[in-house]
């Protein structure tokens, strides 16, 4: 009996410990962003004769360990904060299941593997690495009670992994790594303002005022639909490289697959302009999931294009 007591004792320790890991790194974020920095790499190798497992498998390793990091620290920063709203209350440091000295150790080790790991790839893959999550935890998470433009400097560490897989994969910021930053910068805006719409009552209790004019108007809607604009022609930039005297590049997109981008645009951009005609959560919360959505189809559609034309 007391050692079907000591077993079940057990399994739950671990079942927990492996909860509040996924919490404490916000594991469902972590993959997604490791997806982007994957996408990245897929598109910075010349052909798939280069294509290594090993830096693969570091670029997640170390990835997950960055933003898992970067998490674990926020979650520290604000971890009165994350106890008045309903979306985070159960984190482990806010309902009490993990100390702060504990989640600082975790997010300090997880911060050196990730880094050594990065680092292994190559050196300009851990400086950016380093300096993602320098933003993201001592620039981005103390300006988010100070003002809406901290929406601004987050998407800087946000547009960074799907630039960092590339310069994985050829050791250099480039033209085409800085495209890559560049639609994945647009995108956040669109994307956390809609999560900031359809969470603005949570959002307040703890002081955060995450859209651009502080408030669910019209204001806020159009400039979603600009950015969006914004986003679409960003994202069409690899199709006019040869056009503009950039030959060869390892970055670029046929005239089908721009097509098909164009058109996951104008599906977002649709979904932003619903917001502004209803200005409700529904459609906020709407654009959110189709963001999601068009960023994952159209990382897949550029590396579809590299490898099947």
Known sequence: MKQVLNATHNSFTFQSLYFDFKQITKAGLSISVVFSSIAGYFLGILDISTFSWTTLIMLSIGGYCMVGASNAFNQIIEKELDGLMERTKNRPIAAGRMTVNTAFILASVLTLIGLIILYLINPKTAMFGAISIFLYTSVYT????LTPLSVFVGAIPGAIPFMLGWVAATDDFSLEAGTLFLIQFFWQFPHFWA???FLYDDYKKAGFFMLPTGEK?????LQIILYTIWLIIASLLPAIFPYIGIVGSRLYLSPVSAIVVFLLGIWMLYA???LYKK????A??????ISVSYITLLQLVYIADKFLR
């Open 195 to 197: 999560i900031g719409w």
């Open 284 to 289: 906020a919360r709407k654009l959110m999931l």
């Open 142 to 145: 103390p300006l988010k009670t």
């Open 279 to 282: 200005r409700d959560s529904k």
């Open 272 to 274: 932003g302009f619903e």
């Open 217 to 221: 108007d019209k204001g806020t809607a």
